[in-house]
């Protein structure tokens, strides 16, 4: 069975410290994988998707960046932290449009 | 990207009480589906809906399409303190959410 692998959990950073978050797809192939921010109780922002490997589109223009350097790895990252990135961020993958995504269990972002 | 609004933002209500959640957009969806999140985890689908005036029931939640596929709602009949969570609605291309509704059922 297909499973997603997000972390770590939670994270504390320090303004203008770098950052990575890794996500990883198990058990099937070529998914759609996707970055999304959440603020505390509302909706979900879409940051980055990807169809295949090396293909990043954006969809918020900010200091943060994904690569999708392998099949079933997405990462996203930053350079320098800034405050307002704090956040839940959540991994997440489809196989295709309309189909049901499926979400890992996210990462708890403070930037201090 | 699409956008979808939904509303009411901030929902409470005393269990065994029906209400209706609306998302809605100035385009039309080529299909929506319907999720629930609990604190601290990811979004789980709850339904996909593609036909337009399409009705699709699960136990108590009832959810409707628009005829002209542009806005969708879930009504929930008797409501249960089990219900209580984020409710969003979401579309391609890409995958993209509305702001939720928070809904909060009290014993």
């Known amino acids: 069975s297909q499973t997603i692998h997000q972390w770590p959990a939670t994270l504390v950073q320090p303004v203008g410290s770098p950052l990575s978050l890794e996500c990883t797809v198990e058990?099937?192939?070529?998914?759609?994988l996707y970055w999304y921010r959440q603020a505390a109780g509302r909706g979900l922002q879409l940051l980055f998707y990807?169809?295949?490997?090396?293909?990043i589109s954006s969809e918020v223009p900010q200091n943060l960046s994904a690569s999708r350097p392998q099949d079933r790895q997405f990462i996203l990252s930053s350079k320098k932290l800034l405050l307002s990135d704090s956040g839940f961020y959540l991994c997440?993958?489809?196989?295709?449009?309309?189909?049901?995504?499926?979400f890992g269990q996210g990462t708890r972002l403070t930037v201090v | 990207t699409q956008l979808l609004e939904q509303s009411p933002q901030f929902l409470s209500i005393q269990e065994g009480e029906n209400l209706t959640v609306y998302c809605n957009s100035s385009s039309v969806f080529s299909s929506l589906q319907w999720y629930r999140q609990e604190p601290g985890e990811g979004p789980v689908l709850l339904v996909t809906?593609?036909?337009?005036?399409e009705v699709k029931k699960l136990k108590r939640l009832t959810f409707q399409f628009g005829d002209a596929r542009k806005d969708s709602s879930l009504h929930i009949t008797a409501a249960q303190t089990g219900d209580t969570g984020l409710y969003l609605c979401?579309?391609?291309?890409?995958?993209?959410f509305g702001k939720g509704t928070r809904l909060s059922v009290i014993a």
């Open positions: 979401a579309s391609y291309t890409p995958l993209v």
């Open positions: 990807s169809v295949g490997i090396g293909q």
């Open positions: 997440a993958w489809n196989l295709y449009t309309n189909t049901e995504a499926f």
């Open positions: 809906v593609v036909t337009g005036g």
């Open positions: 058990g099937t192939s070529n998914p759609n």
